[in-house]
């Protein structure tokens, strides 16, 4: 990664993220919940809003990325960041009380299939709902990467018998497939507002294997999305 690209990603930490995070809805004192941290963009951000009275839980399965989260924090001083490695499966033994929930590029790493997803994500949400009180947030953005497999039944499967990938336009993924919006008021919520381009896709640059592609990337080429905020009612 060039020194002018971690330069770049440094600014959108330090100033448009801070912004976007506020009109999602976080703000001073809140404890956060970031599911599926990765690589820590939105984290760090975050406990700047949250402030001393505030935390953020980054949890994440992956303890390679949780270290490089720990690691970060030593450099920079931060404490009001708590790593955490868990996953959708261990998520109801969470009890930290939080306000606001991150959910951002998540959706299609829950459960297997088109069905599995929906299945899976549901479960995952209700938890949501259980965590965060009335009125609290869940914010939530999906990309362009939508990839899923068809039913391990129906198929189609390639030449050994496996389930093939299907890549889905975010288009078909939003609007007629998985239907974000109402899925989600159906497990308890109500869309607040949305922060448009707020979310980045940073899997171009976070994933050695899209960057080997991609060498003189630079971040304005980063694909960008809405953010959804919905409050629990």
Known sequence: MSDLLIDEIKAWE???AITILKECGLSESMNVLEFGCGMPHYTFPAAKIA?????????????????IV???????????IQPIQSNETKINKFDKSVQFIMFYDMFQSVGK???GRITENEKLFLEFHRILGVGDIFSFAVYSEMTSV???VNGPFTSKGEPKWLFISYEESFNEWYKFIPFIESCGF?????????????????????????KSIRFSDLERRDIYN????
């Open 14 to 16: 330090n100033n448009e």
């Open 51 to 67: 402030g001393k009275s505030g935390i953020v839980y980054a949890l994440d399965k992956n303890k390679k990325i949780l270290n």
């Open 70 to 80: 720990k690691n970060r924090m030593n450099e920079e001083n931060v404490i009001n």
């Open 113 to 115: 299939g088109m069905n």
């Open 150 to 152: 068809q039913d391990y």
């Open 190 to 214: 109500k869309l607040k507002n949305i922060v448009k381009n707020g979310g980045v896709h940073f899997d171009e640059i976070d994933c050695n294997l899209h960057l080997e592609k991609n």
């Open 230 to 233: 919905f409050v629990k009612v």
